[in-house]
């Protein structure tokens, strides 16, 4: 199992950028897919971009296609978001999860552990 400690959210203007860090311990960080998920008020959790075990694969979510990017370094164990433009709709909690890299992908078996989180909150 991988456990995730979600970092870097705080409270940003619309427009400003944040970068969020997940570190990942326990096994075989390399050997999953990884993603990013967030949870805005009264809302479902939803997938925001995810990354093959490699790197080379991306997916993201029509709400942030060409404003967030995900990246990954394999030997930290660590994946970021690095959001870019941001809107009062990206206000919500994020989270990191990870998961077999499949066939399904991008919808991928996540895992049912969930960290803290990290707080996201754009202000106008």
């Known amino acids: 199992q991988v456990q995730p400690v979600e970092s870097g959210g705080g409270l940003v203007q619309a427009g400003g950028s944040l970068r969020l860090a997940c570190a990942a311990s326990g096994r075989t960080f390399t050997g999953y897919a990884m993603g990013w998920f967030r949870q805005a008020p009264g809302k479902e959790r939803e997938l925001v971009a995810c990354i093959s075990p490699s790197g080379g694969t991306t997916y993201y979510a029509a709400s942030v296609k060409g404003r967030f990017t995900i990246s990954r370094d394999n030997p930290k164990n660590t994946v970021y978001l690095q959001m870019n433009s941001l809107k009062r709709e990206d206000t919500a909690d994020y989270y990191c999860?990870?998961?077999?890299?499949?066939?399904?992908?991008?919808?991928?078996?996540?895992?049912?552990?969930w960290g803290q989180g990290t707080q996201v909150t754009v202000s106008s």
């Open positions: 999860n990870a998961a077999p890299y499949d066939g399904r992908w991008p919808n991928l078996a996540w895992d049912n552990y």
